[in-house]
């Protein structure tokens, strides 16, 4: 492994942690649907980053679980905080269309 490579893996790790260090501390102030999706959505990012610095080592277990040739969580992963996220914004707008 290389100096850049270690660079960009110690940075999705350090930034992926305090986003997710600061999206739990948003958690614990507020109990608003929307901003707790956020939250979801931001430690699911958190957990694929993780899980492909794993991949990176080899530490994967991508043969256990498997879609046609497609490890089931490759794919479960990115979907699951899109789906948060998605989540979320479909809240903020239907709070805001009921208040207009």
Known sequence: ?????TAYILSQLVFGAVATFLAIMLWSKT???AWMLIVMGTIFAYV???YSILGLFG???RDLFLIGSVPLISFI???LRM???IAA?????VRHSRQN
């Open 1 to 5: 492994m290389d100096s850049s490579q």
């Open 59 to 61: 530490i994967d277990g």
């Open 89 to 93: 914004f479909v809240v903020m707008i």
């Open 83 to 85: 789906i948060f996220f």
């Open 31 to 33: 109990r608003d649907a």
């Open 48 to 50: 694929e980053i993780v």
């Open 77 to 79: 992963l990115p979907l």
